[in-house]
């Protein structure tokens, strides 16, 4: 009896030995051993929706609302304790209908700066300035710069009455970004929402995209 407790309270002993190394490799699962909260070079999915201002986004218009699709690969650089600094470059996809008849020179280009359906390829450039209001939540502003690329608009202003196209347009703009860094290693998630001034278009666009980013190192 006393053989078979010895054994028992050594396995014991062993299995707390055991579990208690294991624990200070893998963590709990809080992560604060694993303290996951990583930032650097990463890779970020974004998709959500977008509205335009202005006679593109009118009577003129097929649908109020679009889609946005991006794939951002940036960078996040600690500056102080407290604040970040985030550059990427992003490609993505923008949709949005317009009406069938918008296609009708004579009636309708005047009013509109949509030359049928507007699905252009976005390339752009983003910077952000963030501050960690705890160790994980994150709130700031963006600055972006895009170009429209694959789809054309009516010109606004005198040229509009002449019929002349855009074979692509730029858009400059900014907003305020919310991201927060999960437990799960590597990976955060947030939100964007962007006011851009898009040139000679006769109209303005509003982008909101939640996002999920995943940080290699």
């Given at each position: 009896m006393k053989k078979g407790l010895l054994l028992i309270l050594v396995f014991l002993f062993g299995f707390t030995l055991f579990a208690a190394e294991s624990g200070e490799e893998i963590g709990d699962v809080s992560g604060n051993d694993l303290n996951p909260?990583?930032?650097?070079?990463?890779?970020?999915?974004s998709g959500g929706i977008l509205a335009y201002v202005g006679k593109a986004g009118g009577d003129n218009a097929g649908s109020p609302?679009?889609?946005?699709?991006?794939?951002?690969?940036?960078?996040?650089?600690?500056?102080?304790n407290v604040v970040n600094i985030g550059i990427?470059?992003?490609?993505?996809?923008?949709?949005?209908n317009a009406n069938e008849n918008d296609a009708d020179l004579d009636q309708n280009y005047k009013n509109s700066p949509w030359y049928e359906d507007y699905n252009p390829l976005t390339v752009g450039?983003?910077?952000?300035?963030?501050?960690?209001?705890?160790?994980?939540?994150e709130f700031g502003v963006l600055v972006n710069f895009d170009y429209y690329a694959l789809a054309k608009t009516?010109?606004?202003?005198s040229?509009?009455?002449e019929g002349k196209t855009n074979n692509g347009n730029i858009?400059?703009?900014?907003?305020l970004i919310f991201e927060y860094y999960t437990f799960a290693r590597?990976?955060?998630?947030?939100?964007?929402?962007?006011?851009?001034y898009v040139v000679d278009f006769d109209g303005m666009n509003i982008i909101v995209t939640p996002f999920m980013k995943y940080s290699f190192f």
């Open positions: 909260i990583i930032r650097g070079l990463h890779l970020q999915v609302i679009g889609s946005a699709l991006r794939l951002n690969l940036g960078y996040d650089i600690p500056v102080k990427g470059l992003s490609v993505g996809m923008l949709q949005f450039l983003d910077f952000d300035v963030t501050w960690m209001i705890n160790p994980r939540w009516y010109k606004s202003g040229d509009a009455a858009a400059v703009g900014g907003g590597h990976f955060s998630i947030g939100a964007s929402a962007e006011f851009n």
